[in-house]
């Protein structure tokens, strides 16, 4: 069974340029998450989904980053400007309600 | 909010030893997971805990909750080179059985 996929492992770009992430769950996994990890640092949630419904979106910085998971399956996170700060590997999980989270590989975002 | 603390930080352990990793939280936890992380990979899922004095084992790898849910240790008994790696505590709050609060890690080195 294939894992949690996510697009592409590694981007860079110039500070103020928008970059978008894609997640695809593992087949049947109706939860998926967004985390962002910082270097020496434990993942932390920026969103979660029940479905296509965000279910919890309290850590999401929504001036800059917004997420969508139209149909209840793929998910995209896009930041529009980035920022020097935002530089950190962003990962996506999937799991079945209140279950184990299974994570993907992750994006490495630089902004220069 | 939820805390949680690992020791230790980092770990260098001559292969074949055993060794032990803490995870500390400073409220009573609904469930906790270990996690393991390779540089620039996604989390893998090793172990999820409930129960006050649960213990559970993988392999080398085992894990323990204890009585009153605030503390968890992971054991590997006679370590090896694929064992090195981060290793992460994460807890769930009984607000949000999905919401996963991680520790910052504890990243094992293993000497051959």
């Known amino acids: 069974e294939a894992g949690v996929v996510q697009s592409p492992r590694y981007k860079i770009i110039e500070k103020k340029q928008p970059v978008a992430f894609w997640c695809n769950p593992i087949?049947?996994?109706?939860?998926l998450y967004w985390y962002l990890q910082n270097l020496g640092q434990g993942p932390e949630l920026l969103i979660r989904?029940?479905?296509?419904?965000?279910?919890?979106d309290s850590q999401l910085p929504k001036d800059r980053f917004s997420a969508e998971r139209l149909k209840g399956v793929d998910s995209t996170l896009k930041i529009q400007p980035a920022e020097l700060g935002d530089s950190a590997v962003y990962l996506c999980?999937?799991?079945?309600?209140?279950?184990?989270?299974?994570f993907g590989p992750g994006t490495r975002l630089t902004v220069t | 909010s939820q805390e949680l603390e690992q020791s230790p930080q980092s770990l260098i352990v001559q292969e074949g030893k055993n060794l032990t990793i803490n995870c500390t939280s400073s409220?009573?936890?609904?469930?906790l997971y270990w996690y393991k992380q390779k540089y620039g990979e996604g989390l893998i899922f090793l172990m999820m805990?409930?129960?006050?004095?649960e213990e559970k084992s993988h392999e080398k790898i085992t894990a323990k909750l204890d009585e009153k849910k605030q503390q968890s240790s992971l054991h590997i008994t006679a370590s090896q080179p694929s064992h090195a790696g981060t290793y992460l505590c994460?807890?769930?709050?009984?607000?949000?059985?999905?919401?996963?609060?991680f520790g910052s890690g504890t990243r094992l080195s293993i000497r051959p």
């Open positions: 087949s049947g996994h109706n939860t």
């Open positions: 989904y029940e479905n296509e419904e965000a279910v919890d």
């Open positions: 805990l409930q129960k006050g004095g």
């Open positions: 994460g807890a769930t709050p009984y607000s949000s059985a999905s919401k996963i609060i």
């Open positions: 409220k009573t936890l609904y469930g």
């Open positions: 999980a999937s799991s079945l309600k209140d279950h184990e989270q299974y």
